[in-house]
């Protein structure tokens, strides 16, 4: 049974910091696929960040810069470190991992204050 268990959201001002994990289990993470997507209320989900099995990063235009994505093998786990927190962050942060099968963690909610 493949479970993505992301946490890490929570209230923070503008130009804050917080950093998501999504932990994975019953999957390798290092060998998918890993991404993590946004949910703005009212508007489409979109991919923020991506990390592949060989370790390539890809990034939003609006979050390079600010927001890194890595990755723990042995902890089998993905983070976003997000510094520098806008307004425009905030949203429901889902994490993703694409191999044989595509697989959606939960989601955790990220509140920037300004």
């Known amino acids: 049974h493949v479970q993505l268990q992301a946490s890490g959201g929570g209230l923070v001002q503008a130009g804050g910091s917080l950093r998501l994990s999504c932990a994975a289990s019953?999957?390798?993470?290092?060998?998918?696929?890993a991404t993590w997507y946004r949910q703005a209320p009212g508007k489409q989900r979109v991919l923020v960040a991506s990390?592949?099995?060989?370790?390539?990063?890809t990034y939003a235009d609006s979050v390079k810069g600010r927001f890194t994505i890595s990755r723990d093998n042995a902890r089998n786990t993905v983070y976003l470190q997000m510094n520098s927190l806008k307004s425009e962050d905030t949203a429901v942060y889902y994490c993703?991992?694409?191999?044989?099968?595509?697989?959606w963690g939960q989601g955790t909610l990220v509140t920037v204050s300004s």
């Open positions: 993703n991992a694409v191999g044989q099968r595509i697989y």
């Open positions: 019953g999957i390798t993470i290092s060998r998918n696929t």
């Open positions: 990390i592949t099995s060989g370790g390539r990063t």
